[in-house]
T-cell receptor
């Protein structure tokens, strides 16, 4: 157990719908990262938040958005879902927001879009 | 842009043999290189990491080497055991000082008993 929690574990929804994935970082960690893992794309960095503010963006679609709240938990919102959005979504947390910080991954949310 | 190439994509060895996975990175300013192990359906877990000011690091049966000039780094697992079977990912953190990980494509390691 890494100390990072993610809910829900599984999510099945239809195309065009909107979902919210939630992540709670380890106690004391200020940085939250979101990654998407699909079969053909591997692990792709989506977005990073540090102490409530966006720190870095990867190949995140405009249909996707995220935020980090004052209690440091983070939510990833996926809208206008397409079949290709089906993937495993991981969040990871780290003590700080820069290099040399081990990132601890949560158990992931498996999203299936039908 | 930032890119990490990982080879091979699959690797099958006999128990007790060594396994080597290689990665190359594109951003010469990358300064931190972690390796993650992911078992089926589980989260990635850090197994070893190396900083750019170090050429080699060992932890029991696992070692990582880094060649900054050639921009490549490798994972070495000795005396492999069936429980080493998993997908291994290399990663690099670039110059943006954000800590975002750029992952390689992964290597599926199978250790045959």
């Amino acid at each position: 157990d890494s100390g990072v929690t993610q809910t829900p574990k599984h999510l099945i929804t239809a195309t065009g719908q909107r979902v919210t994935l939630r992540c709670s970082p380890r106690s004391g960690d200020l940085s939250v990262y979101w990654y998407q893992q699909s079969l053909d794309q591997g692990l792709q960095f989506l977005i990073q938040y540090y102490n409530g503010e966006e720190r870095a963006k990867g190949n995140i679609l405009e249909r996707f958005s995220a935020q980090q709240f004052p209690d440091l938990h983070s939510e990833l919102n996926l809208s206008s879902l397409e079949l290709g959005d089906s993937a495993l979504y991981f969040c990871a947390s780290a003590r700080r927001g820069n290099s040399y910080n081990e990132q601890f991954f949560g158990p992931g949310t498996r999203l299936t879009v039908l | 842009g930032e890119n990490v190439e990982q080879h091979p994509s699959t690797l099958s060895v006999q128990e007790g043999d060594s396994a080597v996975i290689k990665c190359t990175y594109s951003d010469s300013a990358s300064n931190y290189f972690p390796w993650y192990k992911q078992e089926l359906g589980k989260r990635p877990q850090l197994i070893i990491d190396i900083r750019s000011n170090v050429g080699e690091k060992k932890d029991q049966r696992i070692a990582v080497t880094l060649n900054k000039t050639a921009k490549h780094f490798s994972l070495h697992i000795t005396e492999t055991q069936p429980e080493d079977s998993a997908v291994y990912f290399c990663a690099a953190i670039g110059s943006s000082n954000t800590g975002k990980l750029i992952f390689g494509q992964g290597t599926t390691l199978q250790v045959k008993p």
